[in-house]
C-alpha cells in the first residue's frame, strides 16, 4: 500500500499551538482639526492587511529547569485609511494622505509552539502562514473599532474574514452613519459617572 507523506501545511496544523496574539506596534492619527460634533452622514475607509515575510523562531527556556521548547513568529500588518468628507473614493488619488480624515496602522504577532524540525522547515512555515490572518484578525478587528472610539471617529467594523481572502487582502467600505454614533468627550463622561 502506498502511502504519501502530509503536506508541510497539515504537518503543521497537526504539531503547531498557539501561544499569544499581541500588538507590536501600532501608529494612528486623525486630522488635527477635527470637529468630532460635526454631521458625517456617510464615510469611507479602505483596509489592507498581509503576513509579513518575516518571522522569527525562538527557542524558550523556563526558569524552572524543565525542557525548553521552540516558538515561531508571524507579523501580521494591517492598515485602515478613512477619507475626509467630500473626497470621493473614486478619484486616482483618494486615499492620499491629504485627502484623509484618519489613518490606522497596526502590527500583531502570532505565536506558535512547535517542534524544532518544524519550526525551522522552510516549506512548513510557509505553508502555516495562512493560519495567522484567521488567529490575528479579531486582533485587528478590535484594535481598529477601539482606536476609532479613542480618535473620536465613527466606529468602523471590519468585515469577517473568509479561506477566499487570503494573501494581500483589501477593501474599500462607504458607511451610512446617524451621526449619534460618533462619540464626544461629554457622553464618555456621562457614561462613565452612570456606572
Not at 476609532?148 to 471590519?158: A, V
Not at 451610512?176 to 452612570?194: H, I
Amino acid at each position: 500500500m502506498n502511502q504519501t507523506s502530509p503536506s508541510p501545511g497539515a504537518r503543521a496544523v497537526e504539531a503547531f499551538q498557539i501561544e499569544d496574539v499581541f500588538v507590536v506596534a501600532s501608529e494612528c492619527w486623525v486630522v488635527r482639526d477635527l470637529n468630532q460634533l460635526a454631521p458625517l452622514a456617510e464615510f469611507v475607509f479602505a483596509y489592507t492587511f498581509n503576513v509579513q515575510p518575516e518571522v522569527v523562531v525562538q527557542e524558550r527556556k523556563p526558569s524552572t529547569g524543565a525542557e525548553s521548547w521552540f516558538t515561531l513568529r508571524y507579523f501580521v500588518k494591517a492598515q485602515v485609511r478613512v477619507l475626509k468628507a467630500a473626497v470621493q473614493a473614486s478619484s486616482p488619488d483618494a486615499f492620499a494622505d491629504a485627502n484623509l480624515l484618519a489613518d490606522l496602522k497596526f502590527t500583531i504577532a502570532t505565536d506558535y509552539r512547535g517542534p524544532k524540525e518544524l519550526v525551522q522547515d522552510q516549506a512548513v512555515v510557509g505553508a502555516f502562514s495562512r493560519n495567522a490572518h484567521f488567529h490575528a484578525w479579531p486582533y485587528i478587528r478590535e484594535e481598529v473599532h477601539a482606536m476609532c472610539g479613542r480618535l473620536r471617529i465613527p466606529n468602523i467594523t471590519l468585515p469577517m474574514l473568509k479561506p477566499n481572502q487570503l494573501g494581500v487582502t483589501s477593501g474599500v467600505q462607504s458607511v451610512q452613519t446617524s451621526g449619534a454614533d460618533r462619540p464626544t468627550r461629554a457622553a464618555e463622561q456621562a457614561a462613565t459617572a452612570s456606572t
